[in-house]
């Protein structure tokens, strides 16, 4: 793969062209970053009416969403496995402002084996990557609704990956009894991820509640020169799911696949890499014919 972007470009808003190829230049490079974010929409201290819910904001870009959002001047709710791992990751002066309030969950440990599964029979990485995160939106989802305004709508912003090209939901076998793949079964739990964001626009958009999926780029990449300019730094990485929370550009409709942070309108050519832009086809073939249908 070259350095020059596909023509049509895949990505669209005011960040865009931030993404190109051509001017892409590894992590530190001109590319957003969330709080460039915050500054933009003139949100620092303007969201002292909102509360956010962010899971895992122990480390890597749950940190960074945590003290991008403070700024913001909302409330903010952070869940996490370990509380004295979060403290250490977020710092005390950022929580003795009591602005951040941490949540400590239980969540399913670390991956530990060829097959890991939960109790509850699911597959680990796709209890931990999707439904562990479904299942609050759930029980929230009534009070998301009940707090949108005509000025800004609730939000469902949803962290997935670039591995949800790789496989879809295995519907019929979420288990993953006698097919177990770990990269495979990561892939199908982000592509989960993002059929949940478009069936929150579907059934709620229009009541003003509305979901978005997230991919939030690489840092830990290895690979040629053009998966070295790809990469990007934390501040960087976390922008797209800021992004996603707070921008304008978004307000008032979703079901959208983020990054850049921008919004993906294409998708990704059939002879992409791992670090090309734009969703997988199966997710735009499934989310027009499902609106198409009028489901």
Known sequence: MSLVSCISFQLSGRYADRNRWGVLNGPGDWRGTAEEIIYDEGLLDAWNAKTVLFTGVSSGIGVETVRVLALAGATVYGSARNLEKTRDALGEEMLRAGQVHLLVRPCAEGFRGRSDR????????????????????????????????????????????????????????????????????????????????????????????????????????????????????????????????????LEGRGGMYLEGPSIATRACPEDGDAVEYGFGKRIFLIVTVRRDCGS
């Open 118 to 249: 939960r109790n509850d029979g699911f597959e680990l990485q796709f209890g931990t990557n999707h439904l562990s995160h479904f299942a609050p939106f759930w029980y929230l989802k009534d009070l998301l609704l009940a707090s949108s305004t005509p000025a800004f709508h609730s939000r469902v912003v949803n962290v997935a990956s670039v591995a949800h090209r790789y496989s879809p939901v295995q519907f019929d076998n979420n288990s993953v009894e006698g097919n177990y793949n770990g990269w495979l079964t990561c892939g199908s739990s982000k592509t989960a991820n993002i059929y949940m964001a478009t069936q929150v626009e579907r059934l709620y958009g229009s009541r003003g509640l509305h979901g978005y999926s997230v991919h939030p780029g690489g840092f830990t990449l290895e690979g040629d020169e053009r998966a070295q300019r790809y990469l990007t730094k934390n501040p960087q990485a976390s922008a797209t799911s800021v992004y996603g929370a707070v921008t304008q550009e």
